[in-house]
């Protein structure tokens, strides 16, 4: 991944919404790099659509502000900001073009220069041919990509893409996701909210975790895993005998006899020491070969699970 730049494109301070008397966002603060793909996490109702129509001016914050840029977020900045929602909206009795053409001049967009981007775009994700059709006569990922062109033609500087994966193949999927990187490495900055954690771990490089209204957990990914590591190693390798660590240091979490001597151990060093003691004392004890070493840090699917567990358990013990 690209090194974002440092400079917030977007920057939300101690934002708060309240519907009647639930509380949909409270007080979350977090700044979105210019440049990077910051992936907004949560269980459903966390308060992420919520916060997600308060940056793209649908609502407005009871409480905080929302900075575009260092200036308050207002409707001249509605230009700059694409939105692609979880809940599709077509016209389905309309050509793809002319639908297209429609939603570009909306963003004000001159018609010459929005067929030429359309005609770009539809080249891109292998459309042909299929311009003329309705929208109601495509199938559902053909309808998806529609939506994507539409979001996108006006080129925004900030994309919210909420669950861009939905609807699409294997195939289809991996084509938007080049071209959600290609637009990264352009230089636009892009939220991206989902609950494919595979996806989150491919492609942001910041994410924000909010649960029950309140952000948890924010920062870019590799420091976010970082601060997760346990010291826990998977080693694998041969011995005539199953490895024992009888020693203050070590704790086997699990151990597992293979064919031919072979094993697999997974060990957490205790104590503070260093990977190296415990491979001197599996060579000079047992003995062992070892054949690979790999650090087990967790996946941010894990650490999503446990953060909001622990979160959960917070509040229940409040």
């Given at each position: 991944m690209t090194e974002p730049s440092a400079a917030p494109l977007l920057s939300v301070r101690h934002v708060g919404k309240q519907y009647d008397r639930h509380t949909a966002v409270s007080d979350v603060s977090f700044d979105i790099p210019a440049g990077c793909i910051f992936g907004l996490l949560g269980p459903n109702g966390a308060g992420k659509t919520s916060l997600i129509r308060i940056i793209t001016q649908i609502t407005a914050p009871d409480k905080g502000e929302v900075l575009f840029k260092g200036e308050r977020l207002n409707p001249s900045h509605i230009s700059r900001i694409g939105y692609l929602p979880e809940e599709r909206g077509l016209y389905k009795k309309m050509q793809v073009g002319e639908q297209l053409v429609y939603l570009a001049r909306l963003k004000g967009m001159a018609k010459s220069e929005a067929v030429r981007r359309i005609n770009t775009w539809l080249d891109k994700l292998d459309f042909k041919g299929q311009a003329q059709k309705n929208v109601e006569d495509l199938s559902k990922g053909m309808q998806q990509k529609v939506q994507f062109i539409a979001t996108v033609l006006h080129e925004p500087e900030l994309l919210i893409l909420d669950e861009p994966f939905s609807g699409f193949d294997p195939i289809n999927a991996n084509l938007i996701k080049d071209e959600i990187l290609e637009l990264r490495r352009k230089g636009t900055?892009?939220?991206?909210?989902?609950?494919r954690m595979e996806s989150v771990e491919e492609l942001c490089d910041h994410i924000a975790l909010l649960n029950?209204?309140?952000?948890?957990?924010?920062?870019?990914?590799?420091?976010?895993?970082?601060?997760?590591?346990?010291?826990?190693?998977?080693?694998?390798?041969?011995?005539?005998?199953?490895?024992?660590?009888?020693?203050?240091?070590?704790?086997?979490?699990?151990?597992?006899?293979?064919?031919?001597?072979?094993?697999?151990?997974?060990?957490?060093?205790?104590?503070?020491?260093?990977?190296?003691?415990?491979?001197?004392?599996?060579?000079?004890?047992?003995?062992?070969?070892?054949?690979?070493?790999?650090?087990?840090?967790?996946?941010?699917?894990?650490?999503?699970?446990?953060?909001?567990?622990?979160?959960?358990?917070?509040?229940?013990?409040?």
């Open positions: 900055t892009i939220i991206f909210s989902t609950h029950r209204s309140r952000k948890i957990l924010d920062g870019p990914v590799k420091d976010v895993r970082n601060s997760f590591r346990t010291s826990t190693y998977e080693i694998l390798g041969t011995s005539p005998s199953p490895p024992i660590l009888a020693h203050p240091d070590f704790h086997v979490v699990a151990q597992e006899r293979l064919p031919d001597n072979h094993f697999r151990l997974t060990a957490q060093l205790l104590n503070g020491v260093q990977l190296n003691v415990l491979l001197r004392y599996l060579i000079e004890k047992t003995p062992a070969q070892i054949s690979s070493v790999h650090e087990l840090i967790p996946s941010i699917n894990d650490i999503f699970i446990r953060t909001v567990r622990e979160s959960e358990a917070a509040l229940v013990t409040a």
